[in-house]
């Protein structure tokens, strides 16, 4: 005879809620997240519509508009790089104070742009630009990393604080040549070239877009896929690979798509070295949890809202578009100086 009395049935479980601590942090996370979207919205809105000098919706509005729009999407091309990156690069490393930028990609751009003004003098510098350029910069940066990645993780020295260390020193060489350079230009080709060095969206063209775009969709799509294999990295190599996770192939296909991220932000807009790492702080300290399927999204939205924010306001509160990257290394380097400080640590 069959049983009558209903078995007890357990509460359905959310999708996603085994990544937070408790209902609070979850709802926490997703206020947060509404937030930053909604700020950093209205902060776009903001950018492309106010202080046109023309009737709203003319034919001179839209494309004032249009041009616009152009530097909100590369804001968002920068955003989605940064933060991505600089998330996955600190999970491989276990470290949440370094960023990409240790492996030399700043140094190398300096070293590019400072060496076709060196050799070939300030028309050299002006024609040195379009999509050849461009693609030119991503390659050289690309080939780079991925030398070093296969010498240093694949080797008999398979170390990863080896290749670190061998990327400062090779960015801190490329400096010091690039600042031998720097000093032999005359004060009008200086002048130039400190244009190109500061990290702007200025520095983008249009045509740089249906090339970044792609690239930038797809490995972004790629890191976030792989979110539960980079929540097992953070566990540490012997963990990750107690769980079965070929550690080093891991590594590797992470380390290549944090270049690639890399490599085309710095050769669209320039250097910007502590955008990432204040973001990916951000991140951290908001989403009230370590789940990367929730940290990426608040990251990404972090950076938008840092650089939309930032250029709205020096461009029409202080009149004072060129220091946006100043103040937002600044306020990094800040963060990253307090973040030391607090864990006595690096």
């Known amino acids: 005879m069959a049983s009558t009395t209903a078995s ?8 996603g809620s085994v990544a937070f601590q408790s209902p609070r942090a979850r709802r926490r996370y997703w206020l947060t997240l509404g937030i930053c979207v909604s700020l950093a919205v209205l902060f776009a809105i903001g950018l492309l519509t106010y202080n046109i000098p023309v009737a709203f919706g003319s034919d001179p509005f839209w494309v004032i508009a ?15 790089c940064h933060a991505t990156a600089t998330v996955a690069f600190q999970t491989i490393t276990n470290n949440r104070i370094i960023t990409p930028g240790i492996m030399g990609f700043e140094s190398l751009y300096v070293a590019i742009q400072t060496g076709v003004m060196f050799f070939l003098g300030s028309a050299g510098l002006t024609a040195f630009s379009g999509i050849g350029q461009f693609l030119a910069q991503v390659v050289v940066m690309v080939a780079l990393a991925a030398l070093l990645y296969g010498w240093l993780l694949s080797g008999r020295f398979a170390n990863l604080q080896i290749m670190l260390l061998v990327g400062i020193v090779i960015g801190t060489g490329l400096g010091s040549v690039s600042s031998f350079m720097q000093r032999m230009l005359s004060p009008s080709e200086f002048d130039l070239l400190t244009a190109r060095l500061f990290g702007s969206v200025n520095n983008a063209r249009e045509e740089y877009l249906p090339v970044a775009i792609p690239i930038v969709i797809v490995v972004a799509a790629l890191l976030y896929l792989r979110s539960r294999r980079l929540n097992v990295m953070a566990l540490g190599k012997d963990i990750a690979t107690g769980l079965g996770l070929n550690h080093t ?8 798509l944090v270049t690639l991220l890399m490599a ?5 807009v320039g250097p910007m070295t502590f955008l990432g790492f204040l973001v990916a702080t951000l991140a951290y300290q908001f989403a009230n949890t370590s789940d990367h399927r929730f940290v990426f999204p608040l990251a990404i939205t972090f950076a938008f809202l840092v650089l939309t924010s930032a250029y709205f306001i020096m461009n029409h509160v202080f009149y004072a578009q060129g220091v946006v990257s100043i103040l937002i290394e600044f306020v990094g380097g800040t963060v990253f100086l307090w973040t030391i400080l607090r864990r006595r640590v690096l």
Request: aromatic letters at 0%; glycine letters at 0%.
């Open 8 to 15: 007890p049935t357990l509460p359905r479980q959310r999708s």
């Open 249 to 256: 192939r891991e590594l590797m296909t992470t380390l290549t």
């Open 66 to 80: 249009r041009r616009r729009a152009s530097s909100v999407l590369v804001m968002l091309i920068i955003a989605v």
């Open 264 to 268: 085309v932000s710095t050769a669209l």
